[in-house]
């Protein structure tokens, strides 16, 4: 429940960061306000010796968020992603968060495995393992099904993580909101609605059925593309609480020395990767939004293996095809461009000067693009880019910023692959195919066809339609002139509706020829 009561609990948590020496590394990480410092300062210090004491080993950041549980956990797995945000000494300090976290036994794993699947874990599988993977959710166990000998990987949540993760939301929902009174500055970037898209992330990875049904979408996405594959659900022994999938062999992404020696070509694995991800995200609209080391493995063939599919990252055509629009205008440096596609999506504020908004641009692309090509990012650019926007009134899009995220970890990915690896070149073939087929003469007639196929379905209740239109107006003749414009404005939508059947069938034909 979310209220006032929650405040113990962000006591409680500014007690720990104080206690652990973790409140300063935030603070000066997020370049807090005066008044938001002095709020933070305030329900911690005087508080020191309630806050958990964590584990002295870790660094102070990454003591203090294991210390404070699971949801906290996952906020820092996310924080060490960008760097661009929190700096590079607490996303460091942040990336331990991805490796390996203290499991839970594999007695409590079996009973788990057994009350959700309704049968004896012995009977399902002939060997179960003890973890092999620990994260704040779930853990991985390897295990052999007793039928076909299959190895596979089973996920399982951790025992009561449902309780655990709802208290601690809800007090990020209450902290959210005091953010927001003490740093007005701080609303265009929509706190609230960062931490609801938060819960809704992490509610689906709570619910493992989701999670597999988002590596079955995946699958079928990618079924074709050269260079990835990805482990398959076992959907008879998957539930709620329990995910099966197939087991992934492979060198681990994050270790070059592995890869070395399975023979691996770095340079063509760092390529890849990137161009994977445009695809998914351009192509197909439907991305792994957690590319990091942890969830890729390099396949013995070579192939990109990517798993752990609890967040997933979904773009709408048509903001594809502004971010296509946005990154290709900056490959051409065509500043103008890029702010007229600005405009044209909405994402600026139409009062605002496009020619100012361009040489703004301009500010951020040309030295970025004078640096020495294995510098360009394409992560700090959109960094860049978002901090411009900011400054013309454009308010915090969930989706982009989810997308830009993802995107400095997979350049982080494919630069520890290949330090010399040249983003732009690797980023241009993919950026100008999607181009190609979204924007011009073929996609115009794509489109079309589209809506045509629309309007032909409402066909059988045109001539309904297009009678009661008549007779309204009918009616309305007989009333005083100057009312109904909004009657006769709607029969002449209805009529040019009715006349463009012909020509949408037309189009239909036209389509399903090509």
């Known amino acids: 429940m979310r209220g006032p009561h929650n405040i113990w609990r962000l006591i409680r948590t500014g007690a720990t960061l104080e206690r652990t020496g973790a409140m300063q590394v935030v603070l000066d990480a997020f370049e807090a306000p005066p008044a938001l410092r002095f709020l933070a300062r305030a329900l911690g210090l005087p508080f020191k010796w309630l806050g958990y004491k964590g584990d002295p080993n870790m660094p102070p950041a990454t003591r203090a968020l294991t210390a404070l549980g699971p949801a906290y956990i996952k906020f820092g797995q996310i924080l060490s992603t960008r760097p661009d945000v929190v700096g590079d000494e607490l996303a460091i300090q942040l990336r331990v968060l991805q490796d390996k976290l203290p499991p839970f036994s594999v007695e409590e794993a079996k009973a788990e495995v057994q009350r959700e699947l309704g049968l004896p874990v012995d009977q399902m599988f002939s060997a179960f393992s003890e973890p092999v993977a620990a994260a704040s959710i779930a853990q991985v166990h390897k295990a052999t099904l007793a039928t076909t000998g299959e190895e596979v990987a089973v996920k399982v949540l951790r025992p009561n993580i449902e309780k655990a993760f709802r208290k601690d939301i809800?007090?990020?929902y209450l902290a959210a909101s005091m953010v927001e009174i003490f740093s007005p500055g701080?609303?265009?970037?929509?706190?609230?609605?960062?931490?609801?898209?938060?819960?809704g992330v992490v509610r689906g990875e709570l619910d493992l059925r989701l999670e597999s049904s988002a590596a079955s979408e995946f699958a079928a996405n990618t079924k074709d593309d050269?260079?990835?594959?990805?482990?398959?659900v076992k959907w008879e022994y998957s539930a709620r609480r329990v995910m099966t999938l197939e087991w992934a062999d492979g060198a681990p992404m994050g270790d070059n020395d592995a890869i070395d020696a399975a023979g691996h070509d770095r340079v063509l694995l760092s390529e890849r990767v990137l161009q994977l991800f445009l695809n998914h995200a351009l192509r197909d609209g439907y991305f792994h939004a957690d590319m990091h080391q942890g969830n890729l493995k390099v396949a013995p063939n070579g192939n990109v293996i990517a798993y752990d599919f609890g967040i997933m990252g979904h773009i709408d055509e048509y903001t594809r095809r502004v971010y296509a629009e946005i990154l290709f205008g900056f490959i051409r440096k065509d500043y103008k461009r890029v702010a007229e596609v600005h405009f044209e999506a909405g994402y600026v504020p139409a009062d605002k000067d496009v020619d100012e908004f361009a040489r703004a641009l301009r500010a951020v692309g040309e030295p970025i693009f004078g640096m020495d090509a294995t510098h360009i990012s394409m992560g700090r650019l959109l960094n860049y880019l978002f901090e411009v926007t900011e400054r013309f009134g454009m308010e915090t899009r969930t989706e982009l910023i989810l997308l830009q995220r993802t995107m400095v970890v997979v350049e982080g990915v494919a630069r520890s692959l290949n330090p010399q690896i040249n983003i732009w070149q690797v980023a241009k073939p993919i950026v100008s195919d999607y181009i190609s087929k979204s924007i011009g003469p073929k996609a115009v007639l794509s489109d079309l066809a589209k809506t045509a196929r629309v309007v032909a379905r409402f066909g059988p209740r045109m001539p309904g339609m297009v009678e009661a239109a008549l007779?309204?107006?009918?009616?309305?003749?007989?009333a005083p002139r100057g009312r109904g414009l909004g009657e006769r404005i709607f029969l002449a939508v209805v009529l040019g509706v009715s006349i463009g059947v012909g020509g949408a069938t037309c189009l239909i034909l036209i389509d399903q020829v090509f």
Do not use: T
Not at 186 to 199: A, G, N, Q
Not at 226 to 231: S, Y
């Open 186 to 199: 701080s609303r265009r970037l929509r706190p609230m609605e960062v931490i609801e898209h938060f819960d």
């Open 226 to 232: 050269e260079g990835f594959q990805l482990p398959l």
């Open 170 to 172: 809800d007090a990020f």
């Open 471 to 478: 007779v309204r107006q009918s009616n309305l003749d007989e």
